[in-house]
């Protein structure tokens, strides 16, 4: 956030009729760097941010460590997470049914007030029995436990009608829905999974540091079209790189 309200305060300053009339204003390296010495960032807020990131995605290995070392205490009770990463990591494998009851165990209220979730894991389950090649199993069970969701949701019955169609083709890699069979459409399921049980621990589904991440690579796209500046164009280092002149 607070090298956004840099750029974004030098935007401002950038906006005058003066520099609007001529070409891209030039900031130096040592101007940009005296300008991000000025911001006083304190080392807790810091810390919060990568113990929110550490939660949040599951670290909990890394955040027991960096909570003993800096002394920043995680917003849930770190046992919960391996909890967490059970459910997902089940997912992620295809056993379905043991992250419902798994899930059932943490909170059976998470299942019962969202039904999507539930049904996109019901969804998963059939695409698992399809990839195992059950065929007569996933027809029963799309019969008996999707049909009905489907006949009161519009939408999840277009994504039933996609799950099933993976049947009509015996290479599924030419079927229009073949990416449901992809690790990706796991990932996507488990990734649901886990934001509903962050938001069941009152806790964001989403870590804050990418978001501000986010930001900044968009007051840079802002920035760049009024002027050249040390821009940080690898996230991994954010080493400044020299404005072209």
């Known amino acids: 956030m607070f090298l956004s309200r840099i750029v974004l305060r030098d935007l401002d300053s950038i906006d005058s009729p003066t520099s609007m009339a001529s070409s891209k204003k030039v900031v130096t390296r040592d101007e940009w760097e005296r300008k991000l010495r000025d911001v006083k960032i304190r080392k807790e807020d810091m810390n919060r941010l990568v113990m929110n990131f550490l939660v949040t995605e599951g670290f909990v290995d890394a955040a027991d460590k960096f909570r003993i070392e800096s002394g920043t205490q995680p917003e849930i009770d770190l046992a919960t997470i391996t909890d967490r990463m059970e459910v997902k990591r089940a997912v992620q494998t295809g056993n379905v049914q043991e992250a419902i009851e798994k899930i059932n165990d943490l909170n059976p ?25 059950k065929i007569s199993e996933a027809l029963e069970f799309a019969q008996e436990e999707l049909a009905p969701r489907g006949e009161e949701n519009q939408t999840f019955l277009e994504e039933i009608e996609k799950t099933v169609a993976l049947l009509v083709f015996e290479d599924v890699k030419n079927c229009p829905y073949g990416e449901l069979l992809d690790v990706s459409q796991r990932l996507k399921t488990a990734s649901e999974v886990n934001a509903a049980i962050l938001t069941s621990q009152s806790h964001e589904k989403d870590p804050k540091l990418p978001s501000l991440l986010k930001m900044l690579l968009w007051t840079q796209n802002q920035l760049d079209e009024k002027a050249a500046y040390p821009r940080i164009n690898d996230f991994t280092t954010a080493e400044l790189q020299d404005p072209a002149m």
């Open 109 to 133: 209220t998470i299942l019962d007030t969202n039904p999507q979730l539930y049904f996109h894991l019901q969804q998963q389950k059939l695409i698992e029995l399809i990839r195992a090649g």
